[in-house]
């Protein structure tokens, strides 16, 4: 089969080649991949990975053969896993989910990564009625947060460059800097660098940062004692947790398929050319997700 692995010496480090077929292993699930989506820090760094490895995390395609607990062959899916920018894709059945007809796979391929960040960080905290500070609001995890912490309850500060489309995803204000915003309770950051330090400094007492990512590629430098306060504590966190998320990826599919959530989808393609879309994705050109048909 063919399948995006890494290469060095390609352009965005990555290039179409012939691999063998994957094989499923008990509680394993094979689907036939239709479509993918990048995520930033996988385009960032690829060539950190072994050259010659199947790329990629995010697919939607098909069940060609189930497993006990996963949807049955034929069910159209989105799937979680490394593995996945190829026609076929092993995944745990612990990592699918059955997407409703009347979403097109296109557009639920735009989900997994992005979108189980968004949910699960915003699942850290209460955020009725809170106050959420989502930075990178633009970009893919940036854009569910948004509507996801609106549809939540929260009161939604969105800080980005790149504005457009924000206010009507939800966002209460929308910001380029962080100066004058009044405190907040949780902030979801996916830019790190001096945004994060300004971020920390809104933070209330009790209160938590959770650095999703750090798309700026720039030191936060935190000035002494700037983190020490009297009062509840405030938290800064580290977000990872991919576990068993396929009843998470059923809901942000659910919520797809009942228009609740838009899949915010800024550039659509054929991976014969993930150079192009890797580029635009690194220049900030991309509003939301880059998605990627199998041709
Ligand atoms: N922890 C996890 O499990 C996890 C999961 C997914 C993603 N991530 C990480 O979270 C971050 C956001 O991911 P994403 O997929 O939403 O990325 P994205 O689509 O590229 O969005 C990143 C946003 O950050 C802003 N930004 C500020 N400075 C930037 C710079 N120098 N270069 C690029 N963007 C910059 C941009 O907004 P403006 O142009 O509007 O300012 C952009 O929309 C990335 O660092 C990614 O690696 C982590």
Do not use: C
């Not at 072994?50 to 939607?60: F, I, L, R, S």
């Not at 607990?69 to 989910?97: K, L, Q």
């Not at 009625?129 to 929260?154: C, E, N, P």
């Amino acid at each position: 089969m063919r399948a995006l692995v890494v290469d060095p010496a390609a352009p965005a480090g990555l290039r179409i080649s012939e691999v063998p077929e994957p094989e499923p292993g008990p509680g394993e699930v094979l689907l036939d991949v239709g479509h993918i989506s990048l995520n930033h820090g996988e385009i960032a760094f690829a060539t950190r990975r072994e050259p010659g490895t199947v790329h990629g995390y995010d697919a939607a395609g098909v069940v060609v053969r189930a497993a006990a607990g996963s949807p049955p062959a034929g069910a159209r899916v989105i799937a979680f896993g490394a593995g996945a920018w190829a026609e076929r894709m092993v995944v745990g059945a612990d990592a699918v989910a059955e997407v409703p007809d009347s979403v097109d796979l296109a557009d639920a391929a735009a989900l997994p990564m992005a979108g189980l960040t968004a949910l699960r960080t915003l699942r850290t905290a209460p955020i009725l009625g809170k106050r959420v500070l989502i930075t990178g609001a633009s970009g893919g995890v940036g854009r569910y947060a948004v509507q996801l912490a609106a549809m939540g309850g929260a009161h939604v500060v969105a800080q980005a460059n790149r504005q457009e489309g924000l206010a009507e995803l939800g966002a209460h204000e929308v910001v380029s800097e962080l100066s004058g915003v009044a405190p907040v309770d949780l902030v979801l950051d996916n830019v790190g660098g001096r945004l994060l330090v300004d971020a920390w400094g809104l933070v209330k007492l009790g209160g938590s940062v959770q650095n999703i990512g750090w798309a700026s590629g720039e030191p936060a430098v935190f000035e002494p004692y700037s983190l020490f306060a009297v009062g509840r504590s405030k938290s800064l966190n580290t977000f990872g947790d991919v576990s068993a998320p396929a009843e998470d990826l059923s809901t942000l599919a659910g919520l797809l398929g009942s228009g609740r959530l838009s899949p915010e989808i800024g550039y659509r393609g054929s991976w014969e050319d993930v150079e192009a879309a890797a580029k635009a994705l690194l220049r900030r050109d991309v509003r939301g997700k880059a998605v990627l048909e199998l041709t």
